[in-house]
C-alpha cells in the first residue's frame, strides 16, 4: 500500500486534489447527459451490491467520464462481531470493477450479534476498543488488498470513562492500522459544539500525512431544555463557522481532495456545484 507521503500533490490515487460531490440518484441522468464541470464524485459502496441494474449502469456510464471515490457506511469496524465476509466481497468486487481512487468507512460501529441499525454509532475510546477496531481494519484492508480511509463521525453523548480524546483516538486508530483518515469537518465542528472541545486543537492534532480526504456538509440545531445539540444531518448548506474552520484546516493540513455531502432533502445539482465551488476556491488559494 503506497502512504501519502510518496504520492504527489496532483491526485491521491485517481482522485484530484480538488473539489467533488456526492454522487446521488436523483442527479444521474444529468451527470451522464450534461457532463457537468465536476472534478469527481464519491459514491456510497452499498448502493451499487445488487448484481446488475440501472444503479450500476449509471456508475459505469460516470466513471468513463470522472474519477470516482466508494465511501461505505455498513463495515461496522468497530462492531464486537466479526467482520461481514459477505460485504467484504462485495466490496471488492466494486473495486475490481470501478478501479475507485479512494475507499473509505467509518470509525463506528452499527451491528451486533448481527442485527444492524440505521445508525453510525462513535466507539468507546479505550485502549481495548482502540486495539479491536485497528486489528478489524487490518482485516479489512487485508481482504481488499489496498488502504482504506476511516471517517470520523458525529456523536451527541459521550462516554464516561474515555481513555482518551476523540483526536487522539482518531490518529492513533490510523496509526495502529496503516490505514488514512477522512476528515470530516463538519463532525468536528458538531462534536466540538455538543462535547465543548475547541475544534481548531482537534485539527492541529491530526497527522496531516495520515490524511488523505475531507468531507463537508451540513447540520441542524435542536434545542432540549435549555440546551443546544447539532445534529449532522447532511440537509442544508455548510455554514459559514465550518468554512471557516475547512479553511482553517487547508491552511493546517494542506489542500486535499474536498466532497461536499448533500444525502436528504437533495437540491439541484446546481446547487452542489455552487457549493464545491467554494470549497475549490480555498483549495486554490492554498494550493
Not at 451522464?32 to 472534478?39: K, L, N
Not at 464524485?41 to 449502469?57: D, K, P, R, V
Request: proline share 5%; aromatic share 8%.
Amino acid at each position: 500500500m503506497t502512504p501519502l507521503t510518496d504520492i504527489g500533490w496532483q491526485s491521491v490515487g485517481s482522485i484530484p486534489v480538488h473539489a467533488g460531490i456526492g454522487l446521488r440518484s436523483v442527479h444521474q441522468d444529468e451527470i451522464i447527459e450534461q457532463r457537468p464541470c465536476i472534478e469527481w464524485f464519491e459514491a456510497h459502496t452499498e448502493n451499487y451490491f445488487a448484481a446488475g441494474g440501472a444503479q450500476l449502469e449509471a456508475l459505469h456510464a460516470i466513471r468513463q467520464d470522472y474519477p470516482i471515490a466508494l465511501h461505505g457506511v455498513g463495515l461496522s469496524l468497530g462492531s464486537a462481531d466479526p467482520l461481514n465476509d459477505a460485504h467484504l466481497r462485495a466490496t471488492k468486487k466494486l473495486i475490481d470493477r470501478f478501479e475507485p481512487g479512494l475507499i473509505s468507512e467509518h470509525l463506528c460501529w452499527s451491528s451486533i450479534d448481527g442485527q444492524y441499525l440505521n445508525d453510525l454509532l462513535p466507539l468507546p475510546r479505550s485502549v481495548e476498543s482502540l486495539r479491536h477496531v485497528v486489528e478489524q481494519i487490518g482485516q479489512c484492508q487485508d481482504v481488499l488488498g489496498q488502504r482504506i480511509l476511516i471517517e470520523n463521525v458525529s456523536s451527541y453523548l459521550e462516554f464516561a470513562d474515555a481513555e482518551m480524546s476523540e483526536c487522539e483516538f482518531v490518529a492513533n486508530v490510523a496509526d495502529g492500522a496503516d490505514c488514512d483518515i477522512l476528515l470530516d469537518v463538519n463532525n468536528i465542528y458538531v462534536n466540538a459544539r455538543n462535547h465543548q472541545f475547541d475544534p481548531f486543537e482537534y485539527v492541529d492534532r491530526m497527522p496531516a500525512m495520515r490524511v488523505a480526504e475531507i468531507h463537508l456538509a451540513g447540520h441542524r440545531i435542536n434545542h432540549f431544555e435549555d440546551q443546544e445539540i447539532l445534529i449532522d444531518t447532511h440537509d442544508a448548506k455548510v455554514v459559514d463557522e465550518v468554512w471557516g474552520l475547512y479553511k482553517y484546516t487547508v491552511e493546517r493540513l494542506g489542500p486535499r481532495p474536498t466532497l461536499i455531502e448533500w444525502d436528504t432533502n437533495i437540491p439541484s445539482l446546481d446547487l452542489l456545484i455552487e457549493e464545491a465551488a467554494k470549497a475549490e476556491s480555498i483549495l486554490v488559494a492554498h494550493r
